[in-house]
C-alpha cells in the first residue's frame, strides 16, 4: 500500500516535539541511531494509538525482569508456571495459548469473571478451561506482590502465595497523553477525552488532527476498525477543502513511526 500510493514513510523516528503553527509545522524527530532530524509539515495528522503505554500496577516486583506487559508467543513458557494478570481479551487470548503449549496457567482478574466484552467465540474457551480446572483463575482478586519465585494474590479467602515463575500483567493500556499536552492539544474529564471537532476530526490547535483510538482518550474500547477506519475520510475531506482552497498545491503525505 505504501508502494502503490508512493508514501514517504520514516521508519523507527520517534517524534521527540513539534514547533511551528498551522501551515508551518516543524516535527524534530530522532531515528534508531540517535540522529535528528526535522520535517516539515502544513498539516498533521496524530494517530498513535495508545499500546505502547501499559497500565502499570504500581506493586511490588513489577519491576522484576520475569514480568512483561506485551504477551508474544507461548513456546517459551512450556513446564512452567505462569500468572496471567487481566479479564479481558489479551488476557483470555494469552492464557488459552499458555495453556495449550504446556504452561501452568493460574489467571487473576479484580472482576467476578472474564469481562462480557471478551470475544464470543474465546469467551466459551476460556470459560471452559477454567471450569474444568484445567486453567486456575482468581477473580475478585488482585496481585499485592510478586516475588522472584512466588506472587502475592489477595483473594475473597485471604492472602495466597502461588509458585511462579513468569508473570503477564495484561492490565490495558493508555494513550500517550503528555505527548498530546507538549503539543497544546487539549485533555478534559476523567476518561482524558482530546478535544476534537467531531466532524472534521481538527483539535483545538489549528491544523493538527487526531485520528484512530486517541480519540477516545481513556476509553478505548469505544474506537475499532469498524468505525476508526472511516477517520482518515473525514480528515482528508477536511484537507482537501482547506488545502484546495488556497493558492499552494496540496501536500503530499509523510508518515513518521
Request: proline content about 4%.
Amino acid at each position: 500500500m505504501a508502494d502503490h500510493y508512493s508514501l514517504d514513510v520514516r521508519q523507527y523516528h520517534r517524534v521527540d516535539r513539534v514547533e511551528g503553527g498551522d501551515g508551518d509545522f516543524r516535527v524534530h524527530t530522532v531515528d534508531r541511531s540517535n540522529a535528528s532530524g526535522v520535517h516539515h509539515a502544513r498539516k498533521l495528522v496524530i494517530a498513535t494509538g495508545y499500546y505502547d503505554l501499559p497500565n502499570y500496577m504500581n506493586i511490588a516486583g513489577e519491576d522484576l525482569p520475569k514480568v512483561a506487559h506485551y504477551y508474544c508467543e507461548p513456546h517459551p513458557y512450556y513446564d512452567n508456571d505462569v500468572l496471567v494478570i487481566g479479564g479481558k481479551n489479551s488476557a483470555a487470548i494469552a492464557a488459552l495459548e499458555l495453556w495449550r503449549h504446556g504452561a501452568r496457567v493460574t489467571l487473576v482478574h479484580r472482576g467476578p469473571a472474564m469481562h462480557k466484552n471478551v470475544k464470543y467465540w474465546i469467551l466459551p474457551d476460556i470459560e471452559n478451561r477454567i471450569r474444568n480446572g484445567e486453567i486456575t483463575a482468581h477473580f475478585h482478586s488482585r496481585v499485592r506482590e510478586i516475588r522472584a519465585r512466588t506472587v502475592l494474590l489477595e483473594t475473597p479467602n485471604g492472602v495466597v502465595e502461588i509458585t511462579n515463575d513468569f508473570v503477564f500483567a495484561l492490565t490495558g493500556y493508555h494513550p500517550d497523553y503528555d505527548f498530546l499536552r507538549a503539543i497544546g492539544v487539549q485533555i478534559s474529564g476523567t476518561d482524558c477525552r482530546p478535544y476534537c471537532n467531531t466532524e472534521t476530526l481538527e483539535s483545538n490547535i489549528a491544523g493538527i488532527y487526531l485520528a484512530g483510538v486517541i480519540v477516545a482518550g481513556a476509553r478505548t474500547s469505544e474506537i475499532f476498525i469498524e468505525n476508526g477506519r472511516f477517520h482518515g475520510r473525514q480528515i482528508a475531506a477536511n484537507l482537501a477543502l482547506k488545502l484546495g482552497s488556497g493558492d499552494r498545491p496540496a501536500a503530499g503525505v509523510s508518515q513518521v513511526s
